[in-house]
C-alpha cells in the first residue's frame, strides 16, 4: 500500500529563525520524490516533519488525504532511513529487521519468515546471527533499508543515506535503491545535496534553498528550464554572466554583461532594464566564431584540463579573470596566451532575473 | 501553622517552574520543544515524575527544612505537642552559647570550646594534607607517564576500599601505649615510659589526615593533569627555581582544584564521627559527638537540631570564605 | 652529592614516607590479625593463629550486624538506581530555567556532612509521623527504612552521575529510530535505552551497594534501634577490641582484591570479543568493495 504526501503552505520556526518558508507541493504515490538542496536549506527538516518528529508552525501535512497534526512518529505510516543509518548496535541483524513486527506484537513465525524474505531481498540471507558492529558500511545501509520495508510503510523517507559512501559503491546503490523502489512500489521520499544523484533517481525533485522551494519538476525539466538563478548555479555546471537586460525579442533577451551583449532564451519574463542573469551550460560552447551577440572573445589566461570538462581563464574587462567552463566537443581547445573566441547557441543559453546563486 | 506551609513549599515552587514552562513554550511557538508528558509517553512521566519528586523533595528539600524549623522548638513530650508550650524559641541555640543557667560560667565554655576546635583543627588538617598531598598529585599529573600514573593511582585507591572505622581502628593500634610506635620507640631506648599518643590527641590528628587523602588528591590530581606541560618548560627554560615554578605558574592554574580538594576535606573532616570516636582522647570532644550526644543521651532532638544546624552553616561559610579567597566560583569546582 | 641527586632523593623519600604513612597502618593491623595475643598486637610476634577469624564468624552481634547491612545495602540499590535513572534523563529534558536550581539540590546531599543527612531524615519522618499519628512501631521509625532512605539521598546522586555520563553519549537517532518503526515510549526505554544504559546501571549498582555498606555517619543516626556491620564494628572498636575485628579488615582487604581481578579478568574478556567484532567488519568492508558489480535486488 502505498500514499501520497501534501505539504499544505507548510512553514517550520525554531524560535526567530524560520527553516521552512511556506512550502506547498503534493509528491504522488508511488513517486520517487528528491529534495535538492545545499546544507542548511530545511530539507532535513522537511523530512522530520513528515516523519513526525517536528510539528509544523503554520499550515498542515497531509498523508493519504489525512491530516497528520497531533499524530506521533510511532503511528504515522512512514518509515525513516536516517544518516547515520541508527541501527541498534547491541541487537543483532534479524533483530534489528524485525524490530517493528516484534513491537507491533507480531509471533515469533511472522517475525522469523519476513527476516527470511528480507534478508534474501538485501543479500544477507543466513548472516542474520550477525552483529552489526561486524557489518561493513555497504551491508549497514542495506539493513537499514531492509528494517524500514519491514513494516510495510506507506511512504519512505531517506536522508541522505549514501553520503558516508565511497564513490563506486554510491553508484551501485543508487541503481539499488531504484531497483528495489520499482520493486515495492511505495512512494520514496529522498533528500540530498548531491545532484547527479537526485537526477538519476528521481521521477521528480524539489529543488530548495534557505528555506524556499525554489522549483519542482522532472530532471529534464530542471536541468534544461530552470526557474531561477539558484537551480540554474545549483544543478549542473553552468556558466553565469550577471548584467542587465537591453532589449527584449520575443521569446529571446538580450543582456548587456562585462563580456558584452549575449542573448538567450527568455522564458522566465525578464523585462528591459531588469539586472538578470544569463546561463551558459558547458556542452554549449564551441571553440570558435558564433552568432554576434553570442560569442565571448578575450586573451586566454590559461586552460585546466579536468577530464570532460575544462576550465578556460579568460582576461576580463576588470582585474578579475572570467572563467568558461567548456565541455569536450571536436575542437580543440585555445592555448594560453592565444586570443580566442568561444561561441554558443543562444537557444541553449538561459536568461533569468538576479538571485542568489549556488555558490555564494 | 508554618509546620503544615513548609510542606507545601517546595510543591508550589515545582509548580511555578512548570507553568513557567508551559507559558514559554507557548510564547515561543517553537518546532523543536515538545511537552516533557509527550517526549516520554505516560507510564514513564508519571515514574520519572514520582521518583524526582519523592527524592527532591520528601528526601532532599524536605528534612532539611524541618530540621531547622525542629532546631527552634523546645524538647516537648508527645502530651506536650500542640498545647501552649508549644512555640516556636531560640532556646537551642542559646544553650549553646550561653549553656544552663545554673552554671558558674558566663558563656558555655566547653560547648564553645569544642566547636572552635573541631573548626581549627579540621582547618589545620586540610593545610596538612594540602601540603602533604600536593608533592605526590603534581608527581602523578605531571612527570609519571601513563601507566606509572594509573598504577599510583590503584595503590592510592586500595587503601580506602577499607571502611574507615576499620582505618581509624588501624591507628588505634599504631598509637596504643602497646602499639608498635611506642613499642619501637621503647625498644631504641629514646623515651623510657610509653608516651599515650591517643590521650593527647595525636593518633586523631593522624588518623584525621589519612582519612580524606584521597578527596584531597584527586582534586589536586585533576586540576594539575589539565595544565600544558609546555608551560612548566617554559617556565624552567627562563631561569625560574622549582619553588617559583610552583607558586606563580602551578598553584595559579590548579586553584579550582586546591579549592575543590579543601572544601572537600574540611567539610568532611569537620563532620567526622568515626575517627574522634575511635581515636579522640577522654577529655577532648568533636562538635558531631556533642551532637550525637544530644539527640540518644539527652533524647532532647531540637537542641541537637541546632547543634546540627550550627555545625552546617558554620561548614558553609567556611566554604563560601574559602571559595571567596580563591576567587574562585562554584561551578568550577564542581566535578 | 649533586643537585639532581638531592632531588630524586628527596622525591624517592616522600614516597616512600607518603607509601609508609598509606599503606602502614593496614599492614600493621592485618599482622595484628593473625598474632596470638588478645589484644591486636604486631610486634613482638608470638606465634601465628587463624583463631581471631573463628571469633569474627562466631560474634552473633556482628553477624547479625551484617546480614543487617547486607539488606540494607540491596535496599539502597533497589530505591537509588531508579531514582538516579529518573533524575539522569530529567536533568537531560528539565526546563532549562530549572536545571541550575535541580542540579544544586540534587547534589547538595553529596557535600551535605552525613551526620547532617540522617539527622534530617529521623527529625522528618518523625514529625511527619506525629502529625499522621502514627506510633513509636510503624513504619516511620523502623531503623531499616530510615537508613535506606537517608543512604539513598546521597547515593541517587551518584547513580545519577554515573549514568548522566552515559546518558550523555547516547545516540538521539537510535530513539527515533525506534519510535519511527512504531514503538511505544515504553517500548524504545525497555529495548533501546536501557540495553546502552546497562554498563552504567551496573556501575552504579555496584557502587552504591558499597557505599551503602561501609556509610557510617548517617546510619549512625538512622538506625535507631537496629544496628548494621558499622555500627557493631565502632562500639567494638570502642569497648572491646579484639584482633577479631583486624580478622574483618583482612577479609574486606581480600574480597576486595579478588573483586577487582574478576572484574579485570572480564573486562579483558569484552574487549577481545569487541576486537574480534571489528576485524569482521573490516573483511566484509574489503569483500564488499571487490564485489560491487553484482546487483543486489536480484534476489526475489
Known sequence: ???????????????????????????????????????????????????????????????????????????????????????????????????????????????????????????????????????????????????ALAVEPQVLLLDEPLSALDLKLRQHMRNELRAIQKRVGITFIYITHDQGEALTMSDRIAVMNEGVIEQVGDGKAI????????????????????????????????????????????????????????????????????????????????????????????????????????????????????TTRIGFDPRAARILPQGKLASD | MIKYLLFFLPFIVVAAFIVMAARDRQRNRDAATIGFFRRNGPVLSTYFMVAVGFWTILIIVLPQLYMVEYSFRHNLTAAEVGGPKDVYTLANYHFLLFGRPSDNTAMNWLHIAVFFRTIIVSALVTIFDFCFCYPLAYFMAQVAKG??????????????????LLRAFAFKILFATSGLIDTLLMSTGLISDPIDFLKHDIGLYAGLSYAYMLSMIFPLYNAIESLD????????????????IHLFVVMPFAKPGIASGCTLVFMLCAGALAAPQILGGPSSLWFTQLVYGWFFAAFDWPRGSAYAFALLLSCIIFVLAMLRLFKVSLTEIAR | MSSPTLLRFTIGGYMLLFFLYLFGPLLIMSITAFNTPDYPQAAPWEGFTLHWFGVLFADENMMRGLGNSV??????????????????????QIYSRARGLYYVVVISPVLTPGIILGISTIVFWDRFASTIGAGYNSVFYNGFVLTVIGQASFISAYSMLIILARLQRFDKAQEEAALDLGASFTQVFRHVLIPFLRPALFSAAVLAFLSSFENYNTTTFTILAKTTLTTVLSGRIRVGMTPALSSLAVCIIVITLAGAVVYEILKRREDARAAERARTARMAEQQGMLAVGEPVSQAV
Not at chain 1, 12 to 36: C, H, M, P, Q, Y
Not at chain 1, 94 to 115: F, M, P
Not at chain 1, 243 to 265: K, Q
Request: aromatic share 6%; charged share 20%; net charge neutral.
Open chain 1, 1 to 147: 500500500m502505498s500514499a501520497d504526501v501534501e505539504l499544505d503552505h507548510v512553514t517550520i520556526r525554531f524560535g526567530d529563525f524560520v527553516a521552512v518558508k511556506s512550502a506547498t507541493l503534493k509528491i504522488e504515490n508511488g513517486e520517487f520524490f528528491s529534495f535538492l538542496g545545499p546544507s542548511g536549506c530545511g530539507k532535513t527538516t522537511i523530512l522530520r516533519t513528515i516523519s513526525g518528529f517536528l510539528d509544523p508552525s503554520e499550515g498542515t501535512v497531509r498523508i493519504g488525504g489525512q491530516d497528520m497534526r497531533g499524530v506521533g512518529p510511532n503511528k504515522r505510516p512512514t518509515a525513516l532511513i536516517f544518516q547515520n543509518l541508527a541501527l541498534f548496535p547491541l541487537m543483532t541483524v534479524e533483530q534489528n529487521i524485525v524490530y517493528g513486527l516484534r513491537v507491533r506484537g507480531a509471533s515469533r513465525e511472522v517475525q522469523r519468515e519476513r527476516a527470511d524474505q528480507l534478508l534474501s531481498l538485501i543479500a544477507l540471507s543466513g548472516q542474520g546471527r550477525k552483529k552489526v558492529a561486524e557489518l561493513s558500511g555497504g551491508q549497514k545501509q542495506r539493513v537499514a533499508i531492509a528494517r
Open chain 3, 71 to 92: 539488606a540494607i545495602g540491596i535496599g539502597v540499590v533497589c530505591l537509588s538506581v531508579p531514582i538516579g535513572l529518573a533524575g539522569a534523563i530529567v536533568m537531560t
Open chain 2, 147 to 164: 601507566g606509572g600514573a594509573r598504577l599510583l593511582i590503584l595503590c592510592l585507591i586500595v587503601p580506602f576500599w577499607v571502611n574507615e
Open chain 1, 223 to 338: 536541468y534544461d528550464d530552470p526557474a531561477t538563478a539558484f537551480v540554474a548555479s545549483f544543478v549542473g555546471e553552468n556558466n553565469p554572466f550577471h548584467g542587465h537586460v537591453v532589449a527584449t525579442d520575443g521569446e529571446f533577451a538580450v543582456i548587456e554583461t562585462v563580456m558584452g551583449r549575449l542573448r538567450g532564451l527568455n522564458r522566465r519574463g525578464a523585462r528591459t532594464g531588469d539586472a538578470a542573469v544569463i546561463f551558459v551550460r558547458p556542452e554549449s560552447f564551441r571553440v570558435g566564431s558564433g552568432q554576434a551577440d553570442a560569442t565571448i572573445e578575450s586573451a586566454v589566461l590559461n586552460v585546466a584540463f579536468e577530464g570532460n570538462l575544462s576550465h578556460v581563464f579568460l582576461k576580463g574587462p576588470t582585474k578579475k579573470e572570467i572563467v568558461l567552463t567548456v565541455g569536450r566537443s571536436d575542437g580543440s581547445l585555445p592555448g594560453q596566451g592565444d
Open chain 2, 229 to 244: 606541560r609546555n608551560q612548566i618548560e617554559a617556565a624552567r627554560d627562563l631561569g625560574a627555581p622549582w619553588w617559583h
